[in-house]
């Protein structure tokens, strides 16, 4: 469906309940739901996870770092217990370092195909993705919704979606119980939350 379209859905959803989500809605206007699959997966789960919780520009320095100290090394075989103080000398705390590595193992061992996975229902995806370590169910929707382009995804976990929902709707009202009367398009739900008030999610750029 056209974002047009979605944009349409959202507005008739939100009007005869909430007056101000509607009005943010409307005022924002059509928006195209934006993909990140410009990297192979299990590279870019390991670029989420080294922007997690930083600025954009933090992340995307931190990132150019690792990139620059894996040399003519690929980067998934650069992501081993061997360099752990290399990477973690590029600014990668323990706890994301730990993680990228056990990324990179488990797409040696398992494997995270691209393919394999889009092809996978999304809670057959999200409890693959959650059996790594490091990686938990907020991680799993934002690889949802931007990676795979899920669109019905809602992202409870998320502070800035959750409570812009509430404080558009009723703040006694359970979000997810919200975000479900805008079903199939919560994904594209979440992304009006962020826009509205300018948070695109950690080290994600807007």
């Not at 943010?24 to 670029?47: H, N, Q, S, T, V």
């Not at 994904?187 to 948070?199: F, G, N």
């Amino acid at each position: 469906m056209s974002h047009r379209a979605v944009h349409d859905h959202l507005l008739a959803a939100s009007e005869p309940l909430f007056p101000d989500l509607h009005a943010a809605i409307r005022k924002l206007g059509p928006m195209e739901l934006p993909r990140r699959d410009d990297l192979p997966f299990p590279a870019y789960l390991c670029r989420a996870i080294a922007g997690q919780q930083i600025s954009v520009k933090a992340a995307q320095s931190i990132w150019a770092r690792v990139e620059d100290s894996s040399g003519d090394v690929d980067l998934l075989d650069h992501f081993c217990a061997g360099n752990t103080d290399t990477l973690r000398a590029c600014g990668l705390s323990g706890a994301k370092t730990r993680t990228i590595i056990t990324i990179a193992e488990t797409h040696r061992t398992v494997g995270l195909d691209t393919g394999l996975l889009k092809s996978l229902p999304i809670e057959q995806r999200t409890a693959r993705l959650t059996e790594i370590w490091g990686v938990g169910q907020w991680t799993a929707d934002m690889m949802n919704i931007f990676y795979f382009g899920e669109g019905d995804v809602w992202p409870d976990g998320d502070v800035a979606a959750r409570k812009t929902l509430e404080r558009l709707t009723s703040k006694r009202r359970k979000t997810v119980r919200t975000a479900g009367l805008f079903k199939p398009y919560r994904s594209w739900l979440a992304y009006y939350m962020w826009a509205h008030v300018d948070a695109p999610p950690d080290g994600e750029p807007g």
